[in-house]
Every structure is written in C-alpha cells, then in structure tokens.
C-alpha cells in the first residue's frame, strides 16, 4: 500500500510549499474577516469571547486548509503522474491560487443571498475551468512556473506562524470546553 502511495502521491518537499501556499490563503482570509469585524465585536463581546472566536477560527482553518491539500493529493491518486504529480509544486500551486481568490472574490461581493445563489454555480464552473486552464499553461510558460515556485517557497516561513498559532489555539479551546 505505502508502495503504490508513494508512486501515486508527490514527495513531502513538494507537498509543504504547496500547504504553505494554502494555509497562507485561508489563515490569511480568516485574519482579514476577523479584523474586518473586530471593531463590531468590541462594542458588545468581551475579550475572552473574542479570542474564543479568534481560536476557534484558526482550528476551522486548520481543518480547511488540510481538507483542500487532500482534495489535491486525492486529485493526483486518480490521475497520472505527468498531470499533477511530477509539477506538483507548480500546478498545485497555480490550482489553489486562482481556485482561493475566485472564492475569496465571489464571497467578499456578493452579500445578497439571491444574486448569491444566482451566481453560484457559474461562478463555480468558471472558476474551475480557468483553474484547470492556468494550471496546464503554467508548466508550459516558464515564467509562470518560476513564480509559482517563489511563491510557494516564500510561503512556507508563514507556517512557523500559523501551525503554532493554531496549537495554541487547540489547547485554549480543549481548556475552555472542559473548564
């Protein structure tokens, strides 16, 4: 079994830039959110509701983040290895990036739930196609590949920030829940 994953699946030195990359999109949007709304939260919660609030959003973000790393690597368990693992830095890197900030762009613009729901699955399937488009060409442009890669790697320092954070944030709400 571990014999066919490690075929199937790329090596832990191309999985972790491409989790930075993702962690640093969901924490980062969680830290935006968050900050958007504190000044709201001040006027009417206390500060332990406040940080219970802030702990509980980096756990939601750790789960997040692994459960779309996995839905990356499950995608390259399906498909072969010239498709995403032998560039899995670059294309997963170029499919997280344009798949998060569609997201990140549709959620920050629409606030009515009817043109939300309306827009929902065009937005999808557009978002999924040009991720899909953008990921093939990014192997093929050297440029965009190199980027990729800088990026990626660039990333990884914000893990020493987040994975800790979150730690923290585990054992205050594992406090909280059984005090």
Do not use: H
């Amino acid at each position: 079994m571990t014999r066919i994953l490690s075929r199937r699946l790329p090596n832990f030195r191309d999985i972790l830039p491409v989790y930075a990359i993702i962690a640093f999109m969901v924490y980062g949007w969680t830290l935006f959110t968050y900050l958007r709304y504190l000044q709201y939260w001040l006027r009417f919660l206390n500060i332990r509701e406040i940080l219970a609030i802030f702990c509980y959003s980096m756990l939601a973000d750790l789960a997040e983040s692994l459960f779309i790393l996995f839905i990356l690597l499950g995608i390259c368990l399906i498909s072969p290895a010239k498709v995403l693992k032998d560039t899995f830095v670059v294309r997963g890197t170029s499919l997280v990036v344009c798949t998060l900030a569609s997201v990140f762009v549709f959620l920050n613009n629409f606030t009515d739930l009817n043109a939300y729901m309306n827009m929902a699955l065009p937005w999808a399937v557009a978002t999924i196609l040009g991720a899909i488009l953008i990921a093939f060409f990014a192997t093929r442009l050297a440029f965009v590949g190199k980027a990729a890669r800088w990026l990626s790697d660039s990333m990884t320092i914000f893990l020493y920030i987040f994975l800790p954070v979150t730690a923290i944030s585990l054992i205050t709400v594992i406090v909280r829940n059984i005090v």
